[in-house]
Structures are given as structure tokens and as C-alpha cells.
Nanobody, 119 residues
Framework: QVQLVESGGGLVQTGGSLKLSCVAS????????MGWFRQAPGEGRVFVGQ????????YFDDSVKGRFTITKDHAKNTVYLQMNNLKPEDTAVYSC????????????WGPGTQVTVSP
């Protein structure tokens, strides 16, 4: 079992930045990848980006490409989502999840952290 806890959310103005953290615990942690997702009010959860745990290769949805970056710290079992040039449409609850292998889906979701971008 893996437990994930996100932090770092808050209220920011348009054009501002936030850095989210996702800390994993509960078992020997060596996933295939870690992903970030977001869910805006009244909408479903959507993919934001991911990072491969072994080599740090990242992939992002087009809506955040060039504005968001993902990094990792193996020693701390932590993944970070740096969000720059934030827009009101980025307002959502952001959650992280693990992908244990390349052939499985994301699971072990964290509770999420709220990000609100004011106009």
C-alpha cells in the first residue's frame, strides 16, 4: 500500500506561481511513474503531467505545456509540480498518483490540494 499526501496549494493571482509537493510513504517506493491530475468544480479529473521515476522523463498535457514542470527527489520520495504563469482556468483540486508499472493505470491517489487562481 502507498500513501500519498499533496501540499502547497493556495490562492494566487493570474500570472503567479505555486509549487505543489507530493510525498509518498507506506512501502518500498519505486514506481514506474508519478502523475499529477486536477479536477475543476463540476468537471471530471484530468491528466496534467507525469514523470518517469527512473530517468525523469516528463510528459504534459498541452494545456500546461511550457508553464508547468515536474521534478522528483528520490531521497524524500517526493514529486513536485512547479506551476508558473497560472491562469484562472488552472483552478482545481490537484492530486498525485502512482503508476506502479508501464502496463498499469495510475492508482494510490492522494486527497488533493486546492489551487485557486484569481483573475
Amino acid at each position: 500500500q502507498v500513501q500519498l499526501v499533496e501540499s502547497g496549494g493556495g490562492l494566487v493571482q493570474t500570472g503567479g506561481s505555486l509549487k505543489l509537493s507530493c510525498v509518498a510513504s507506506g512501502r518500498t517506493f519505486s514506481p514506474f511513474a508519478m502523475g499529477w491530475f486536477r479536477q475543476a468544480p463540476g468537471e471530471g479529473r484530468v491528466f496534467v503531467g507525469q514523470i518517469t521515476w527512473s530517468d525523469g522523463i516528463t510528459y504534459f498535457d498541452d494545456s500546461v505545456k511550457g508553464r508547468f514542470t515536474i521534478t522528483k527527489d528520490h531521497a524524500k520520495n517526493t514529486v513536485y509540480l512547479q506551476m508558473n504563469n497560472l491562469k484562472p482556468e488552472d483552478t482545481a483540486v490537484y492530486s498525485c498518483a502512482t503508476q506502479l508499472s508501464s502496463t498499469t493505470s495510475f492508482k494510490y491517489w492522494g486527497p488533493g490540494t486546492q489551487v485557486t487562481v484569481s483573475p
